[in-house]
């Protein structure tokens, strides 16, 4: 086989000293913008998916809580109705205990109502009542707990105001 001998480096003499670097054209610099521009479409694109994803998240878990706060309202019914077999009365505690715990680690929250300032925010009205006991505009009676997520209402409670 022939020995190929490769082309020696250029001597440093036989380079320019400074190499003029042309101005870009006004194609590649609306390329460029062009480029720029999709580039920050697409930033934006995955930001606004994040938070609809997040945000749908959230809602699809506040439609499941609500969906399920008549079951534990029925659980809180059962505990109430008197009963003679203590192990079935404690298998209804255990699951209540264990339902209000998952809501806990969801971040569902009971609205405290009993004997508060009404609120309309997060308590609806549907009895009135004159005492002498409770302060004005107190609630006298929860007929139906309300629960939030965050600050989101995901069912109002339900209430007998004194005025």
């Known amino acids: ?26 194609e590649i610099e609306e ?3 062009k480029f720029l521009r ?3 479409e697409l930033v934006n694109y995955r930001n ?7 945000q749908r998240w959230s809602e699809s878990r506040a439609d499941t809580v609500k969906e399920l706060l008549p079951v534990l309202d029925n659980l809180e019914r059962a505990l109430e109705t008197p009963c003679s077999d ?13 339902f ?10 009971e609205i405290a109502a009993l004997e508060q300032p009404f609120d309309p925010q997060w ?12 302060g004005e505009n107190t609630v006298a009676q929860v007929f139906t707990k309300g629960y939030k997520l965050g600050d989101r209402v995901l069912r109002h409670a339900v209430v007998k105001v004194v005025n």
Not at 5 to 18: F, G, N, V
Not at 48 to 54: A, C, I, K, L, S
Not at 89 to 96: A, C, I, P, W
């Open 100 to 109: 209000t715990e998952l809501l806990a680690k969801l971040g569902v929250e």
């Open 38 to 40: 999709v580039q920050a």
């Open 86 to 98: 203590q192990a079935y009365k404690q298998g209804v505690e255990l699951t209540l205990r264990q």
């Open 123 to 134: 308590m609806d009205a549907v009895l009135h009542e004159e005492s002498d006991t409770l």
């Open 31 to 33: 390329w460029k913008d």
């Open 1 to 26: 086989m022939a020995n190929k001998k490769s082309k020696p480096p250029e001597a440093p003499e036989d380079i320019p000293e400074q190499a003029a670097v042309p101005e870009p054209s006004p």
């Open 48 to 54: 606004r998916t994040q938070r609809e994803m997040e």
